[in-house]
C-alpha cells in the first residue's frame, strides 16, 4: 500500500503509535535481567569446566612418539611447520620459507 508522507497525519494515528511504542518499551523492560541472569550462570557454569593454559600438568603422561624429520621434509623458518620439499619456495640466509609464508610477504 502507497502511503502519502506529505499529507498531513491524523491525531488518533499519532496516539496510537505512542501506545504501541509506550507498550514496547514496557515489554523490553519486563525481559531485561531475567534471561539474562540465566546465561551468565550457563556461562560460569561452563568457565568452570575448562583449564587454563599454563596449568600443573606435571602428574601427567604423556604417550606421543615423536618422529624426527625426513630427508624430505622441511621447517618453515616463519611458521615453524614441517612440510615437505615440494612446499618448499625458496631459502634466504640457509633459512627455509614455504610457499604459504611466502605468499603471505
Known sequence: MAQDYDQPKDKDSEDDDEEAVQHLAGTQNDNDGSADDDDDDDDSAIA???ELPGADLSN???SVTVIPTQSDEFICSHCFLVKHRSQLAYVRNGKPVCK???SDE
Open 48 to 50: 568452570d569446566s575448562y
Open 60 to 62: 601427567e603422561d604423556s
Open 100 to 102: 604459504e609464508c611466502a
